[in-house]
């Protein structure tokens, strides 16, 4: 925990700033007042009971400076009841995961003392989010000062002043000397070795850690493909027998670890204790809008949509919408076609250096046009997916990924579908995959790590030349930090980076038997990615809100899927195959009733692995029954307790209390 | 509740008879005495706290009649107590399904005066089981009076005894007016009705009232196929062009009523209580044995055997036992074939009507082979399985059913897919099917009710017979009726009538572009199949104890595996059909692909349709989603509470309830 950082509370005593709000420069003095208050007030009365200071300018202001920045803090205690409240698994004392609870806070291994320390800051930070989000209007019929900022009675205050332009942002800052260890341990030496895992999760949350844990456990599994693909490329291996038993053993491999990685990731959850953490119940997202009706779950005022509307602009207008796109990238993809076709036969004609240059010009415009095409996509999803109007942000998401996979598949792939397919030649086929992943590693490197890198160093060093104007030497004051860290870009979620994965395993699986050289450039990828993802988390984007998670959700499905698909590409790869074809000389009919009977039973195959590979490792089922088992025998033996006091006189407490304890075991 | 029949007990008060128990002829004094002691004795002493009593014997004891039976019954006060045991879900006050609590009786919607008659007859009787098979070894090192009868701390005693062959039968007894009542409404007055499900449900619990449920469910939706397949009977339309599209119709319409049946099974299981129910901790099965060890969810002694040699057998022994199984199977199919061949040869030659009768030989030898093979594997598998040595009684069930299922799924349809794609004779195929349908619903109707009943009947004539003469005309004593009950057959569970319905799905689904008429067929078998089942279940076999079930378990699957391979039959069928084929007359390739293609796209949105409708339907999700957000708000505000008070002191009792809170929660 962040000692050296401290601001002072109204009452004299310090606490360790946590997460910063910054609301917008001309935010009425009402509101400000009204939303402090209901910050800093008692639980009992409805407020957050958290600590929160205006934030001190640094000493010149040179610069205009946006006054209504404010540091957000807790009492240790409060933090421990906070964690109570988000339902956080700790390790317990017999080495099993259990829900932490302040009363028996002293079972918990690392709890020491008072606490101090017990709970890492990206939890504190998030329990502040979850409390600061959980502070809802009571009475309030508007934001004070703003009578068209509506609220209603449990209505969360910030997320209503944020959808209203009031509440600029909210994150946690960094912690530098822990943000030092990490990065240095991470990829500043550059050694062979597995990632901080714990490390990572520890400073950014699950979500991330399982992202970098995918990412690590991918590349480790390629490299036997990989190591088996090499010879092909050194030998210049060019029969397809060879091919057919690379394409054969490429598909089982991909069902297996994908099989493995689930159980890889119920291991880490549950060492991270978020394996049998219960979801608590969503609240609307913010975009969410209706009209104010009654929740039938939570019997709450709250806007309601009715779920028939929705599907109906689903399947009226998004359905018919990403079809039309389909579309359109298949047209475009046509044209591209016609071009090179056309250029080809100028050069054939008359062959100058010009028309040498000609024949790269339609590969240039359909990337482009492909990157334009995916820019506005995405764009359009999102604003679809907005206005479909999802109650839960964990539906938005999946229905926004969903677009986007399915535009994206087609547009990287469909090429390579009909040069495949269509125009059968491999050889075409195989130059194509590689320009197209080679192109596009290249390409999102830059992207992704070294143009945000460049201009988040311009930045710094501005700010660095101001900072040792005034400071010297001495360490950055709180506000300078927070000022710089405020202006760092805002990482958006680990949607791009998933996606980039997923589209790599594409280049991987789905025409493995034609280029086994693929499997080794994403494994070189994936390396580099490692550091340049992990440089970027520490140094160019603010940190991110720690988001719980037990598994990469929508992804598996998605890589999964994938692999289903590659079963049916490759089979019919080795299909098309001259030397199958050989063996079949008579008789096509023959050929394709044998590769689609192989085709069907791979796909079997595939789905029974998936049925008899356990997704959960036994020591961790046994770790779970045991909890879930212990919580029934509590049950009961209270249950047995309580109604043999019941017998003796019916006291009506007592009775509430059974019946209470039955609806939560439910 | 059945009033009219009563004993007395040692105190003199009389109770309800419920439940008996049947020990064996010469069980030593002291075992009996101990086990009545056991049964009586108070809870906290480890007893079960019921009432039993020995069935006083009828009038004149003419034949030998076992003295030891018992006749079970327990006070109105200790079944709501153990309704709360076995967590039985009732309808409260506001109409959600909640779990029974003895403290909030009065909340539940039929729960009037002191709770007689809150209860269901089948429900006490499950509670009595319940708590019989919960009477757990002390401190005894075996059965008094049998050293050999080993018992360790934690066994159950009656499982012992039942295994060991002291504890002849334990089982429920019917209710002569309440039966009268149901098999009324039910079978006798043949009407155009549904099922008295809730009546089923009441008398033979859920797991047989789902599957009651699931037969005229099947029944109900296969009359739109029946419909569209009596034109093709009736005007002869034997082009392909039709039997394509009534094809395409039956392979949606079988992915969309599997998937509906899951909903409707939410809402019925909803309605009975048991959807939300949890399952408790599964004791071993009684015949699973090891050596005794500490189990590690639960901490108790228990034999233990290594997973490890398990699978050893599964994949080493029992896996190639069933392939062999298989491929002999195949071998008298073969057999079968050549016979009829030969058969067929010999009538040509020299057509008499010897040689006309020798056509039927082969088809009669095959069919009594498959009947004895079928009958010797079941016996195999049930053995195998059994020595494959499963803790748990579920996880034996589905091995044996996947076991019995493969086998006969290959003995009932290899001869058709023979005939379909390797002969590739439409003409037999359809002759076969029709034979085949028609010869196996004779054959059930006969075997399951009308040889029961017969022998039923004849038993029954005799008992009347001597009722008549020591009674007159009045009421039969409860004695003579557990003695009649004792000796009627025991129903063996739901396995072999959803094995039925499988194999007539499969005959439904598997060839319906061939014999439109086949779900005209099932639908009038499975109207009488209602009828004999009731029948069976109501005048045939001893009531069985009722199974609370959530949904039809593997059979879901096994009928959803059953509708993916009838994809591809169907679709290869269509491929082969002269109209299909003559659109591609040039390339028999292009046919194939296109066929192929046209199989996966089923295929695909199969899947898709799969996931796009929900398993339970959005009113009862809103109903669970109520419960569990309630559950989760008195949880808060019980912590809430609770740790206000510890602010003020902290008492050691309170935080221990707090952190038993949690682990409930967990």
Not at 20 to 43: M, P, S
Not at 537 to 548: A, G, Y
């Amino acid at each position: 925990m962040q000692k050296s950082l401290s601001v002072y509370d109204s009452d004299g005593s310090t606490f360790a700033p946590l997460v910063v709000i910054e609301l917008a420069l001309e935010t009425k003095e009402e509101a400000i007042a009204w939303l402090l208050n209901r910050v800093r007030d008692k639980q009992q009365y409805g407020g957050a009971e958290l600590l929160v200071e205006q934030l001190t300018p640094g000493a010149q202001g040179t610069e205009k400076v946006n006054p209504n920045v404010y540091v957000v803090g807790a009492s240790w205690q409060r933090l421990l009841y906070g964690a109570e409240d988000v339902g956080l698994f700790k390790e317990f004392n017999d080495g099993s995961m259990r829900g932490f609870t302040y009363a028996n806070k002293h079972n918990f291994k690392e709890f020491q003392g008072d606490g101090d320390g017990f709970l890492s800051m990206a939890e504190c930070q998030y329990i502040i989010k979850h409390e600061l989000d959980n502070l809802r209007a009571k009475d309030e019929a508007h934001v004070p000062g703003y009578p068209k900022m509506k609220l209603y009675p449990g209505k969360s205050v910030i997320r209503r002043m944020q959808s209203k332009g009031i509440l600029v942002q909210v994150f946690p800052l960094h912690e530098k000397e822990e943000l030092k260890r990490l990065s240095f341990s991470w990829y500043k030496n550059i050694k062979l070795s597995f990632q901080p895992l714990d490390d990572i999760r520890h400073y950014f949350g699950e979500g991330m850690a399982l992202y970098f844990g995918f990412l690590e456990y991918f590349t480790l599994a390629l490299i036997p493909m990989a190591l088996i693909g090499i010879p092909y490329y050194l030998f210049d291996w060019e029969d397809y027998d060879k091919f057919t038993v690379f394409a054969g053993f490429n598909l089982v491999w991909c069902t297996v670890i994908l099989e493995l990685w689930k159980r890889l990731s119920a291991s880490l959850a549950y060492g991270w204790g978020t394996l049998s953490r219960k979801k608590a119940f969503e609240e609307p997202r913010p975009g969410f809008h209706g009209v104010l009706g009654v929740n039938p779950v939570t019997g709450r005022a709250e806007p309601l949509y009715s779920n028939a509307k929705r599907q109906l602009r689903i399947y009226l207008v998004s359905i018919p919408f990403v079809l039309l796109c389909l579309y359109l990238s298949l047209y475009v993809m046509m044209i591209y076609f016609d071009m090179e076709g056309w250029a080809l036969m100028i050069h054939d004609e008359e062959p100058t250096f010009w028309t040498g240059v000609l024949l790269f010009i339609p590969s240039i415009i359909y990337a482009v046009v492909i990157e334009i095409m995916n820019l506005i996509y995405r764009y359009a999803a999102e604003f679809l997916t907005g206005w479909e109007n999802h109650r839960l942000k964990s539906t938005f998401q999946n229905h926004l990924v969903l677009k986007v996979l399915v535009f994206n598949f087609f547009n990287c792939f469909a090429s390579l579908f009909y040069i495949a397919f269509v125009m059968q030649d491999m050889v075409l086929l195989r130059q194509s995959l590689a320009t197209l992943l080679i192109t596009s590693q290249i390409l999102n490197q830059i992207m992704e790590a070294f143009l945000p890198y460049w201009l988040q160093r311009r930045r710094n060093k501005k700010a660095h030349k101001r900072m040792i104007k005034t400071m010297g030497d001495k360490e950055l004051p709180l506000s300078e930090q927070v000022k710089l860290e405020a202006d760092m870009s805002t990482y958006l979620g680990t949607f791009d980076d998933y996606l980039e994965l997923f589209l790599l395993f594409g280049y991987v699986s789905l025409f493995s038997c034609v280029y086994p050289l693929a499997a080794v450039l994403v494994v070189l990828n994936n390396v580099t990615e490692v550091y340049s993802d992990a440089f970027k988390m520490c140094t160019v984007f603010k940190r991110p809100f720690s988001e719980p998670a037990a598994n990469i959700g929508v992804w598996q499905l998605a890589f999964e899927a994938m692999s289903v698909i590659a079963v049916v590409t490759n089979c019919a790869l080795i299909g098309m195959s001259p030397q199958v074809k050989s063996y079949f000389p008579e008789s096509e009919t023959q050929l394709i009733l044998w590769v689609v009977g192989f085709e069907h039973f791979l796909l079997a195959s595939k789905f029974i692995l998936t049925f008899v590979i356990p997704d959960v490792p036994k020591h961790i089922q046994i770790k779970l029954s045991r909890l879930e088992f212990e919580s029934l025998e509590a049950l009961k033996k209270r249950v047995n307790k309580m109604y043999k006091e019941t017998l003796d006189e019916e006291k009506p407490q007592t009775s509430v209390w059974i019946s209470w304890v039955y609806e939560v075991y439910g």
